[in-house]
């Protein structure tokens, strides 16, 4: 069972350095945001090869398991995308408010200047 995790694991990180790879050639990621993501699904491959590396650090924190960690980490790591997503979408919100409220006040500047 272990082994069929590790192989879905090794995949699920090669398929996230092609895909980091396609969006750094369409220039969709910079060069930066390709490394981050490169040397994050690497990290990735290794652990899944190699869980062993991590048991000094499960034993310090008392975690049962290794694959414990893997679940605390990952939804850390969503936790912290979706607040990070969620406060771009806000900002991008406010922005388009103030762009369409300037908008709808020049409309009617025009409209008054017309009368």
Not at 42 to 58: E, M, N
């Amino acid at each position: 069972m272990i082994l069929g995790i590790q192989v879905i694991g090794v995949l699920f990180g090669i398929f996230m350095m092609y895909l980091s790879f396609l969006y750094k050639k369409r220039r969709e990621f910079t060069f930066n945001e390709w490394v981050f993501w490169s040397i994050l699904s690497l990290i990735f491959v290794v652990f899944s090869l190699f869980p062993g590396i991590l048991d000094p650090i499960v034993q310090s924190l008392s975690i049962a398991r290794t694959m414990d960690l893997f679940v605390l980490l990952g939804f850390m790591f969503l936790i912290g995308a979706v607040f990070y997503t969620y406060t771009v979408t806000r900002r991008n919100q406010k922005m388009l408010e103030e762009v369409v409220r300037k908008v709808a006040f020049e409309r009617v500047e025009n409209v008054k200047r017309k009368k």
